[in-house]
């Protein structure tokens, strides 16, 4: 009885609920503008809240939270600018439907699938937290190396065709994240003994330049074009929209619990990962991935949004973060005199019933947000080129400042938004530069803690890869996944099936 007055306390006070629904709403538009990130937003509430109770503290929080990883997939679909990098393989096939003039179809499909997978990350958290923490919790530093390789090879998938130059994008984005301050020796790498450069580059900048700049150059060949004239006669998809790809919501929904619940993953790796699913088990979609199939936004906007109830699992569970807003949060929960972690869940059984509540009532409003003011933000595309490339300019300048307060992050955007442009002239994808740079550091830390932990023994190292069944399985799809991108397996699909046929 004490568990369900905790989880209805959101419900019943009206100062709650409205907390949650001025962040969401707040989130929503933090999410939305390049480079006010929700970890950003989370950490400067703490400053503010730290003298409240502990309920109202959290529910503001919990509310930004959810609505900031929605709001990414706002600006995304209308100029091709992910408002966070949980909405890269939104903006891949959401943007090519704005230019058709299917913005509003676009946003109403993104937020009932974001929807739907925030309620089944909730689900998971609610029933099944501690099972699916005791899996996180047994991941090696092994087996996060071999998940950041598993996320590289996906610039196969979204490399649009080219294998090679989708493995040189995503290595050049590896070669970004590694510039700075090596974390484990403080020693420079990259650095060209200039201070500016120790510091490492903003992934932010890399991702609005490459995004933003680079879509602002390339609209300067079309500053005569007419507008498309958006649709919005229609937001909400139809009964039939939605069941037919219930199925796809499932599959990905549950990566992104996952990946969420994974120590210093989030929603990022699971919204990759789950438009790389979706490719590969997806049979005759309506439009193909990358020219604005459905199937694009479901995949990645249910897992980035179902990988939120999975970070709450560890921090609930076990006291670890499952990204860096969580562990914002565990802080917040610490100044409030409350220990996140095992006893938390036998002490203070209510604080996590509280949180589950207000994540429910935040998913509610982020739905309804979401549903409204559709038609103001679909204006944004209708506008005349000569007006939306300065305003894509300008977006891209704030948020990138905005990072840091920094005019050398300016600069950097500037220049990775002209690199970006001779890459597309080119034809090398964008998406897998930026994953580069997210999965680098988490590549780099756990290789060299497991090949530490074999005492520098390639052969211990692998050793322990085969003894280990979670190991070995990761292992097994990293070289599947390999072998499934080169030429080799249609020659080895055509002898196995084809002797098949043969046979028979």
């Known amino acids: 009885m004490e568990m369900l007055s905790a989880f209805f306390m959101v419900f019943t006070h009206p100062q709650l609920l409205m907390l949650v629904g001025l962040g969401t709403l707040a989130g929503v538009y933090v999410g939305a503008i390049p480079g006010l990130s929700v970890t950003m937003a989370v950490s400067i509430l703490i400053s503010f809240t730290f003298s409240w109770d502990v309920h109202p503290a959290i529910a503001l929080m919990i509310g930004i939270y959810m609505g900031g990883v929605y709001g990414g997939s706002r600006t995304a679909i209308l100029l091709n600018i992910p408002g966070a990098p949980s909405a890269i393989a939104t903006a891949m096939d959401g943007y090519p439907m704005a230019k058709r003039g299917e913005a509003g179809t676009a946003i109403g499909v993104t937020t009932v699938m974001s929807f739907f997978g925030g309620f089944i990350g909730i689900g998971v958290l609610a029933l099944a937290a501690p099972f699916v923490s005791d899996f996180a919790l047994g991941f090696q530093p092994r087996d996060y190396m071999l998940l950041a390789i598993l996320g590289i090879l996906l610039v196969g998938s979204l490399s649009g065709g080219s294998l090679v130059k989708g493995i040189f994008a995503g290595a050049f984005g590896i070669a970004l994240g590694a510039v700075g301050m090596d974390p484990l020796t403080f020693t420079e790498r990259f650095t060209f003994d200039l201070p500016v450069m120790r510091s490492g580059i903003s992934f932010i900048a890399v991702m609005i330049g490459m995004f933003g700049v680079s879509e602002a150059l390339a609209q300067l060949h079309h500053v005569d074009t007419v507008a498309v004239k958006q649709k919005i006669s229609r937001i909400v998809p139809s009964f039939g929209t939605i069941r037919k790809h219930l199925p796809l919501s ?163 955007m500037l220049g990775f938004g002209v690199l970006g442009y001779f890459m597309r002239y080119y034809g090398y994808p964008l998406g897998p530069v930026i994953l580069g740079v997210i999965l680098s550091r988490l590549l780099d830390d756990n290789w060299r803690r497991a090949i530490i932990s074999a005492k520098g023994d390639f052969g211990l190292f692998m050793q322990g890869i085969v003894t280990s069944p979670l190991s070995l399985v990761l292992f097994i799809a990293v070289i599947f996944i390999f072998v499934n991108q080169t030429p080799l397996w249609p020659m080895i699909k055509r002898r196995v099936f084809g002797r098949g046929k043969a046979a028979e």
Do not use: C
Not at 373 to 391: C, D, N, S
């Open 250 to 412: 499932l599959q990905t929904s549950t990566i992104g619990v996952i990946i969420g619940a994974l120590p210093g993953t989030g929603g990022d790796i699971a919204a990759l990962m789950a438009y790389d699913h979706a490719k590969r088990v997806t049979r005759n979609p309506e439009r193909e991935f990358g020219d604005g199939a459905i199937e694009g936004l479901v995949a990645p906007e249910t897992a980035n949004n179902a990988a939120v109830g999975g970070a709450f699992i560890p921090m609930m569970t076990l006291g670890i973060p499952g990204d860096a807003v969580t562990a914002i949060m565990i802080g917040a929960l610490f100044i409030h005199g409350l220990n996140p972690g095992p006893m938390l869940m036998v002490d203070q059984p209510d604080m996590f019933w509280f949180i589950v509540g207000s994540l429910v009532v935040a998913n509610f409003f982020m739905l309804i947000f979401g549903l409204t003011g559709i038609k103001i933000f679909t204006k944004i595309v209708e506008m005349p080129r000569a007006v939306l490339i300065p305003l894509i300019l300008l977006l891209s300048i704030v948020g990138a400042y905005a990072v840091n307060n920094s005019i050398t992050d300016v600069y950097w």
